[in-house]
Every structure is written in structure tokens, then in C-alpha cells.
């Protein structure tokens, strides 16, 4: 057990032990009350002198005072382990406590990190058509667009971009990287006529910086 001074702090092996004691006490406790139910069902507050005063001659007095001692000797040992048993079991919660507070901190941070190294988006889809050469290639809605082929954030200037390299990469896989959950997804995506309307079958917009 730890003190307030500050020794080691309380471990699950700690609690284990001062429940295994609690469990020895309450066993103990049991086995004199059933002492004394045996010594014609005295309990710990029955007269141990018969009507005229004399000690009972029906029962063993010596055993029974002797049981009903140590019943209240354990008894209070009970109770003051229960209150280190409550005390233990605080400080394993509030250290777990403390424990997934850092824990969530650590993984905030890296978190951050992770979004500060990835690289910056220009635009966004907003729809995926379902059977699309888009959807096929694996683009989803709210992906952001970080490169389309040559299109990057350094050279886009409209969605015209996009457009034209589309059309000139009909049939041909393009190279598309995108973050998607905080996290960058490369994709191959080939223009290409198809059921629907355009080459893509995606609308993409420009995200506003």
C-alpha cells in the first residue's frame, strides 16, 4: 500500500491481497458465530446468567466470551480494511484516470502532428456517381483532392485544371492522391465514356482557403 508520503504507488496485486485478508477475517467472523450458535444460539448479546444471576451452567462461558471478543477484535479489523480496501481501489481508478487522460493527449497530439505533415488540398468532392469510372477507382464523397495527376496546390488555379488534364487523360490512368480521415490515399483513376455524363462521373469543388 502506498502512504501519503508518497511510497509506491497501490498496484492490482495490492487490492488482490487486502481482498484475500477481508475474505480470512469474514470467514473467521463466521466460523464464532457459528460457535456461538452452537452453545444453545447465544449471540453477542443474549445474558450469559441465568434468572437468579449465576452463570449459565447450559454453556460453555469461557468459549463464549472468548468467541464474542474476537468476533468484535475482527470485526473492527474488517472495518478498517474495507476502508483500505475503498482507499486502494480510489487510487487504481484515478491513476487509470490519469493514465487515459495522457493516453488521449499523447494520441491529440499526434493527431495534430500527423495533419501538420500532410499535405495541403486544393479541392473536394462532393458527389461519387455509383458504377462511375470514379467510384471504380475508389474516390468517396469529402475526399480532398491533394494531387490529380499534374494538378497540385502550387498550380491549380479553377477546376478548368482538372478539366483539361481529364480530357488529354482519357483511357490513360491518372495518378490521385487525396486525404481521407486524416490520412493520405493514393488512387488510380482512368477517364474514361461511360453510362453517364462526362469521363469522371464525380463532382469536385474548389475548397475555400
Known sequence: MADPGGARP??????QRLVRRKDELEAQIKAYYELLDGQKGV????PLVDAEGF????????????AR????????????????????????????????????????????????????AFARV?????????????LQVDDEI????SVNVKNFQSLQNIATVVQ?????????????GGKKVHLGLTPKRWAGRGLLGCNIVPLQR
Open 126 to 138: 462532393n458527389t461519387v456517381t455509383p458504377g462511375s469510372p470514379a467510384s471504380i477507382s475508389g
Open 10 to 15: 497501490v498496484t492490482v496485486s495490492d487490492v
Open 43 to 46: 449471540g453477542m448479546t443474549e
Open 168 to 180: 488529354h487523360s482519357e483511357g490513360r490512368p491518372l495518378s490521385v492522391t487525396v486525404i481521407r
Open 69 to 120: 471478543h474476537n468476533i468484535a477484535c475482527l470485526q473492527n479489523d474488517h472495518k478498517a480494511l474495507m476502508k483500505q480496501v475503498e482507499e486502494a481501489l480510489h487510487q487504481l481508478h484515478a491513476r487509470e484516470k490519469e493514465k487515459q487522460a495522457k493516453d488521449e493527449a499523447e494520441a491529440r497530439a499526434e493527431a495534430m502532428s500527423q495533419d501538420q505533415n500532410l499535405p495541403q
Open 146 to 149: 491533394v494531387e490529380f495527376g
Open 55 to 66: 452463570p449459565r451452567a447450559d454453556i460453555d462461558l469461557y468459549q463464549v466470551r472468548t
